[in-house]
T-cell receptor, first 114, second 112 residues
């Protein structure tokens, strides 16, 4: 069975550009969460979506947005990229909103902003 | 003060050693606690949940101390394959859903 898949795996952008990251959850999972992991730090929560509705938002600026599609896949969009946005962006899926802590992470999209 | 704090390490231990990590959290309303393992340049994977009564899974033991607001992870008989970064995670403070707040991670290096 396929796990959480993310694309692209690596990308390089310049300051001011826009990026779209994509995530497909495990089949049957309806919840998708996005995390940002800066090198040397733990993952930081950005968004959670369940049944296409935003269920949680972390402390990130409005340049960050996301959505979930009817097939439960999700996109994370970041506008007006800054150097500090360089990080590993992790998508995690889970079966519901109940906080079991059982998040299944994808391998991430590694973004470098020059 | 960070919401979830860990000693970044690295902890360098020989094979067979016992090593313990602590993680402190700031919000006494936190309900759920977890340890994740992250290998270099890989995604985090759930190692174990932490229950109030403590729980054990093979060589790994996790404990929760609500009064002092910390969780611990004990690894006995360390293996080379245990080398990784260990992340503690706490459920989002007061919210529903799967918002986890992670510590910065503790790096473990097990040497032959």
């Amino acid at each position: 069975d396929a796990g959480v898949t993310q694309s692209p795996t690596h990308l390089i952008k310049t300051r001011g550009q826009h990026v779209t990251l994509r995530c497909s959850p495990i089949s049957g999972h309806k919840s998708v969460s996005w995390y940002q992991q800066v090198l040397g730090q733990g993952p930081q929560f950005i968004f959670q979506y369940y049944e296409k509705e935003e269920r949680g938002r972390g402390n990130f600026p409005d340049r960050f947005s996301a959505r979930q599609f009817p097939n439960y896949s999700s996109e994370l969009n970041v506008n007006a990229l800054l150097l500090g946005d360089s990080a590993l962006y992790l998508c995690a899926s889970s079966s519901g909103t109940v906080n079991t802590g059982e998040l299944f992470f994808g391998e991430g999209s590694r973004l470098t902003v020059l | 003060r960070k919401e979830v704090e860990q000693d970044p390490g690295p902890f360098n231990v020989p094979e067979g050693a016992t090593v313990a990590f602590n993680c402190t959290y700031s919000n006494s309303a936190s309900q759920s606690f977890f340890w994740y393992r992250q290998d270099c340049r890989k995604e985090p994977k759930l190692l174990m949940s932490v229950y109030s009564s403590g729980n054990e899974d093979g060589r790994f033991t996790a404990q929760l101390n609500r009064a002092s607001q910390y969780i611990s992870l004990l690894i006995r008989d360390s293996k080379l394959s245990d080398s990784a970064t260990y992340l503690c995670a706490v459920n989002g403070f007061g919210n529903a859903g799967n918002m986890l707040t992670f510590g910065g991670g503790t790096r473990l290096m097990v040497k032959p």
